[in-house]
């Protein structure tokens, strides 16, 4: 496999307060499978809006499909964004919009004939649980039937890269380990996956899952070799 995602001393810092992020380097390899992991406060959030161009370095390398995105024009952002998909932590749904049409969006924004639409829309909300809500809109739904939706926008597109920031808090242990089950099944397609948690249940469900640990703003872990739980050495 190779580097779908190259940081190289990648410094983050709001305003003029000390860094969030500090010489962060690391290379994520197309179609695996990743786990960020670490305290609250330890970057998380931060390194991922720089994964999907929410946010550019304050200094630093990002090579995101073998380009340079830290100097790209914003004219080509709106593509290299739409090869991502996004779990955000606050869901992030259009408020006017219905359960079905906050899924479909990202099918919308890509071209796709609305004919080509419904079928793969109606099966997501089968697949996360929300078959008999489609016509809801995000205000009627509860916390954790809108993470569900928000995941479904997030890959119903099946997105190169898939990023997810706490994606399973709002749901109860066994749509977690469902909604995980997709991200997984989407990985085996090619799609990169990378998973901001704090759960460290979850962590042993992904069998070739690897690893990147923050820790006040450094990886811990920069090779995402480890596992979680380590492996034994051969006796």
Do not use: C
Request: glycine share 8%; net charge positive; charged share 25%.
């Amino acid at each position: 496999m190779t580097g779908i995602v190259q940081f190289e001393n990648v410094g983050l810092r709001y305003g003029t307060g000390a860094e969030t992020l500090s010489d962060v380097s690391f290379t994520l390899e197309a179609g695996a499978f990743y786990f960020l992991t670490g305290p609250s406060g330890a970057g998380k959030t931060s390194l991922l809006k720089l994964l999907y161009l929410a946010q550019r370095p304050s200094r630093g390398m990002i090579h995101l499909f073998d380009e340079d995105v830290v100097t790209l024009p914003r004219s080509r952002m709106p593509g290299f964004r739409r090869r991502i998909g996004v779990v955000f932590q606050d869901f992030r749904l259009v408020p006017y919009l219905s359960a079905y049409d906050n899924i479909a969006l990202p099918l919308r924004v890509s071209g796709v004939e609305e004919r080509d639409i419904e079928t793969p829309v109606r099966e997501m909300l089968n697949w996360v649980g929300l078959s008999g809500r489609a016509d809801a809109r995000p205000a009627t739904l509860s916390g954790g039937e809108q993470q569900r939706v928000a995941i479904a926008r997030a890959v119903i597109a099946r997105p190169e890269i898939l990023v997810a920031d706490e994606p399973t808090g709002n749901v109860d242990p066994e749509m977690a380990a469902r909604l995980l089950h997709l991200f997984a099944a989407l990985n085996t397609l090619g799609t990169t996956v990378i998973v901001a948690t704090h759960d460290i249940h979850l962590l042993t469900r992904v069998s070739e899952a690897k690893m990147l640990r923050l820790d006040r703003g450094r990886l811990a872990d920069p090779t995402g070799a480890l596992r979680y739980p380590p492996r034994r050495p051969a006796a």
